[in-house]
Nanobody, 125 residues
Framework: QIQLVESGGGSVQTGGSLRLSCTAS????????WGWFRQAPGKEREVVGG????????FYSDSVKGRFTISRDGAKTTSYLQMTDLRPEDTAVYYC??????????????????WGQGIQVTVSS
């Protein structure tokens, strides 16, 4: 069983920065792709981006590209989501997730089998 725990959320003003962390425990997750998603009130969950388990290639949605950076530690036990130039529209519950490599696009929530509990990020104007 893989467990994911997020930390680092909170409230910031427009233009501020936050770094979220997601730490995994259990078996096998080092061979999993990592994804970050978010869900704002009244909206569907959307992809933020992620990092592949093998090459460490990162990918981002257009809405955060250039402002957010995803990384992981060398042991592949923790993924980080560094968020800069935050905007009110970035306000959401953020989730990390892991999933085995498959034919499903890494941009899809269906590519991930294990999810964190979510953490609130609030950006005020």
């Amino acid at each position: 069983q893989i467990q994911l725990v997020e930390s680092g959320g909170g409230s910031v003003q427009t233009g501020g920065s936050l770094r979220l962390s997601c730490t995994a425990s259990g078996r096998g997750f080092r061979f999993y792709n990592w994804g970050w998603f978010r869900q704002a009130p009244g909206k569907e969950r959307e992809v933020v981006g992620g990092i592949t388990w093998d090459s460490g290639t990162t990918f981002y949605s257009d809405s955060v590209k250039g402002r957010f950076t995803i990384s992981r530690d060398g042991a592949k036990t923790t993924s980080y989501l560094q968020m800069t130039d935050l905007r009110p529209e970035d306000t959401a519950v953020y989730y990390c997730a892991v999933g085995l490599k498959s034919t499903t696009s890494v941009y899809s929530a269906r590519a991930y089998s294990n999810w964190g509990q979510g953490i609130q990020v609030t950006v005020s104007s």
